[in-house]
């Protein structure tokens, strides 16, 4: 039997935790690996941050190629309205506010399930 070092009751050598409240923590060791995960663009040496739904599938995206990415369908959309200068733009977002809807953040089936497990 070993003493609570918090409260000094008696618990089992092996015990992680008491009924004080005291729970033991794992010590955090520096060597544990990075995970990289690659970009979707070949040659991109960035470890992916985000997944986005493509018309082809998910993509892992690094940062600068998640913001190219909307950038370049906020682009193809202002094309097709024919808004070609940002004072329009302006102007048809102000003219517009019900349809600029804004997407709640989803996740891809199964990932919660990872945070749980770790």
Known sequence: ???CPRC???I???AVACRCGWKERAAK???EPVVFMQCAH???NISASCRVKTPTGWADFCLPHYEKFY???CL???DKLGLKTMVQRREWLNNNPLLVKRVPFTREP???LDEVAA
Do not use: F, Q
Request: include cysteine; charge should be negative.
């Open 8 to 10: 000094d009751a008696e």
């Open 76 to 78: 193809e959309t202002c």
């Open 1 to 3: 039997m070993k003493p």
């Open 110 to 112: 199964g990932e919660d």
């Open 42 to 44: 070949m040659g991109c």
């Open 71 to 73: 950038e370049n369908k």
């Open 12 to 14: 089992g050598n092996t």
């Open 29 to 31: 060791t520096k060597d």
